[in-house]
């Protein structure tokens, strides 16, 4: 009989984003990809505030007293759409430009990538539904950016894209506790 040792933690190395994506240009791809969606989320999100006028006008923005999401949810014409206007109101406000800031910020700094992609990816699941289905002269019945931004925020977060043009590395080695891990 021979006995199995299982190896003791402080010994395990972690895997570093060099070794998840070999190829340098690969990882500086995936950066470019982490800072697009930095924009996605951080500019709606300013815009809301401020009223910036590309999609809210000035006098419609939060800081005027207007609900970031209260014009979006009330109006919808889907399915869910009774739920998501009985959702319309100032915690529905506060969580979603708290939602869209924090994602953003985090794909812009490349820090607390995994918690991003858990938080935006829900945002924008949530507004797949609310959005769903698709009108005619849509491109697709099925899929549309949502879907395509919640797939590329879990795959940012798991080969640490951050690490590449961000604080990911220097964020993992600071030994504030999760940052090496969950909050990676």
Partial sequence: MTATTKEPASTITSTSSDQLVSSPSARRALATCRLLLAAVFLWPALDKIFGLGHATPRDQAWIAGSSPTGGYLTHLDSPPAALFAALAGPVTDVLFIGGMLGTGLALLLGIGLRVAAVAGGLIMAMLYVASWPFGAGSNNPLVDQHLVYVALLAALALTRSGDTWGLGRAWA???????????R
């Fill in 173 to 183: 080695a600071s030994g504030i506790p999760g940052t090496a891990t969950w909050m």
